[in-house]
């Protein structure tokens, strides 16, 4: 008879997501809520939004007040135990990075045949539970985002992108409402999405919305 190790087998233990240590904070939460930044070759601090850039790489929380707060405080510097260079557009920089990558999974996304736009498509899909983000243009009005937000149950509601943004990504016209499916290959597109809006969200907590 085999006897069974508390660390053996442990599907909870596989599965947990790797984690890091943001270097404001000094909090340690999953990858996916951060940002790595590296060092270019002239010592600047570059944003690595895809997480492949070679070199030591440090990590941000993925809001605005925090990568500004980085700069602000020099905490590249004692990071990379170095004088290095950090833009004070540096924040600035990665959420147009950010907004760069979630248009692009939208449009991934849609070609996959992972998304669905318009007021009725999207309010069928979460009527059957079909959705896992809930995408509304912050220009939308309120009636329909108002209607779409109750009925979206379990899905993120996503409303960091304008119409026009939303639409371009999507290749129509007029575009207010979409939704991502909820299918195995969704996760992929939906995390640079949701930290593009995580990341719009605290800069409109701090005022700087635009």
Same mark, same amino acid.
């Given at each position: ?22 270097? $404001?904070?000094?909090? $340690? ?15 600047? $601090? ?43 557009? &540096?924040?600035?920089? $990665? ?38 983000? &809930?995408?509304?243009?912050?220009? /939308? ?8 937000? !109750?009925? /979206?149950?379990? /899905? !993120?509601?996503?409303? /960091? ?18 939704? &991502? ?30």
């Amino acid at each position: 008879m085999l006897s069974s190790s508390p660390h053996s087998g442990s599907s909870t233990n596989r599965r947990r997501p790797p984690e890091r240590k943001c270097i $404001v904070t000094g909090e $340690v939460s999953p990858r996916g809520g951060l940002i790595r930044f590296v060092l270019d070759p002239d010592g600047a $601090v570059t944003p690595d939004l895809a997480e492949n850039l070679p070199g030591r790489g440090v990590w941000v929380s993925a809001r605005e007040d925090m990568v500004a707060a980085a700069v602000a405080r020099r905490a590249f510097n004692r990071a990379f135990s170095a004088d290095v260079s950090a833009a004070d557009t &540096l924040a600035d920089a $990665v959420e147009e990075g950010l907004r760069r990558r979630a248009l692009a999974a939208i449009g991934l996304a849609r070609r996959a045949g992972a998304m669905v736009a318009g007021f009725d498509q999207v309010a069928g899909a979460l009527k059957e539970r079909k959705a896992a983000l &809930l995408i509304t243009a912050s220009d /939308a009005s309120t009636d329909g985002a108002g209607k779409l937000a !109750r009925m /979206a149950g379990e /899905a !993120r509601i996503v409303r /960091a992108l304008t119409s026009l943004q939303l639409s371009g990504a999507l290749g129509r016209d007029g575009v207010r409402h979409a939704a &991502l499916k909820k299918r195995c290959e969704a996760a992929g597109f939906a995390r640079d999405i949701v930290r593009f809006d995580a990341y719009r969200q605290s800069a409109r907590a701090e005022g700087k919305d635009h």
